[in-house]
């Protein structure tokens, strides 16, 4: 059974930092390409970051750029999405999802949630003005 659970969220000030984690287990982790998404109230979930197989390639959108920044280590089958200079706009739920890929060095930039394989549950993040 493939599960990813996200972990590390909670309550921060704006300015604040958070790491999230995303733990993967019973599925080749190193041949999956991890994004980062989040949803907040009443609206889409929205893609975040993406990183490659081997962690070579990540991809930021334009409002986390600079603050954000998303790794993984395949020996633990987890990726991270570290978060800096937090504002109450990220305040979301974050999910992680997995996306089976060929080539270990691109990310997958789809942003529709229904072409991932698999996702969390989710953890939330709220930032406080």
């Known amino acids: 059974q493939v599960q990813l659970v996200e972990s590390g969220g909670g309550l921060v000030q704006a300015g604040g930092s958070l790491r999230l984690s995303c733990a993967a287990s019973?599925?080749?982790?190193?041949?999956?390409?991890i994004n980062w998404f989040r949803q907040a109230p009443g609206k889409d979930r929205d893609f975040v970051a993406a990183?490659?197989?081997?962690?070579?390639?990540?991809y930021y959108v334009d409002n986390v750029k600079g603050r954000f920044t998303i790794s993984r280590d395949n020996a633990k089958n987890t990726v991270y999405l570290l978060m800096n200079s937090l504002t109450p706009e990220d305040t979301a739920i974050y999910y992680c999802?997995?996306?089976?890929?060929?080539?270990?060095?691109?990310?997958?930039?789809?942003?529709?949630?229904?072409?991932?394989?698999?996702w969390g549950q989710g953890t939330q993040v709220t930032v406080s003005s």
């Open positions: 990183i490659s197989r081997s962690g070579s390639t990540t």
């Open positions: 019973g599925l080749a982790f190193s041949s999956y390409a």
């Open positions: 999802a997995a996306k089976r890929r060929a080539l270990s060095g691109s990310v997958y930039l789809e942003t529709s949630p229904a072409t991932y394989d698999y």
